[in-house]
């Protein structure tokens, strides 16, 4: 039972290189997300997505870029990275009930953990 | 906006001790509420939830009831393992429930 994958699990960058996090789901998921975890802080929605092809923004979007051309995949990319994106990141994925609405019930992926220095 | 307060940690308890976590909430309308726990090195997985006001959530001995006087949904469990050592965080989803809002989470290590 694959649910929920992310790549890589670990990076370094430099300040102003780029580079794109992988999350993968196969459970036929409607609904994914990306989080930052940050001490004290909790997790922070930075961009989601109800279906392929619809994307919106977060509560800290500013720096990260996302599109859904399938289903299965959601991809996060940084265009330019700064120090104050060193985070762990996750990936999440739900489906809505019946009424097309989320129940809250995610599902994440083991997490990314960057460091731009 | 929506938001959820925990309990400040870390959290250290001996092995069979009581637990309670603190969690209170501010939203719109009328939210789910939710307890997530992650193991080291894991992402979050489900814990319990509760959809409505008085509801109880349960699962693996723990247990959170929803009060929507008090605006709380305080984690509890009655007997703690040093398995259940990990990161437990409270959040709601309002709205259109497309997204989760989380509290800050809490830090819980059981010593034997």
């Keep these: ?117 | 906006g929506d938001s959820v307060t925990q309990m400040e940690g870390p959290v250290t308890l001996s092995e069979e001790a009581f637990l309670t976590i603190n969690c209170t909430y501010t939203a719109t309308g009328y939210p789910s509420l939710f307890w997530y726990v992650q193991y080291p090195g894991e992402g979050l997985q489900l814990l319990l939830k509760a959809t409505k006001a008085d509801d109880k959530g349960s699962n693996k001995g723990f247990e959170a009831t929803y009060r929507k006087e008090t605006t709380s949904f305080h984690l509890e469990k009655g007997s703690v393992q040093v398995s259940d050592s990990a990161v437990y965080f409270c959040a709601l989803t309002s709205g259109s429930a497309r997204q989760l809002t989380f509290g800050s989470g809490t830090q819980l290590t059981v010593l034997p």
Aim: charged share 15%.
């Design chain 1, 1 to 117: 039972n694959a649910g929920v994958t992310q790549t890589p699990k670990f990076q370094v960058l430099k300040t102003g290189q780029s580079m794109t996090l992988q999350c993968a789901q196969d459970m036929n998921h409607e609904y994914m997300s990306w989080y930052r975890q940050d001490p004290g802080m909790g997790l922070r929605l930075i961009h989601y997505s109800v279906g392929a092809g619809i994307t919106d923004q977060g509560e800290v979007p500013n720096g990260y870029n996302v599109s859904r051309s399938t289903t299965e995949d959601f991809p996060l990319r940084l265009l330019s990275a700064a120090p104050s994106q060193t985070s762990v990141y996750f990936c999440a994925s739900s489906s809505p009930n019946r009424q097309g609405q989320g129940t809250g019930e995610l599902f994440f992926g083991e997490g990314s953990r960057l460091t731009v220095l």
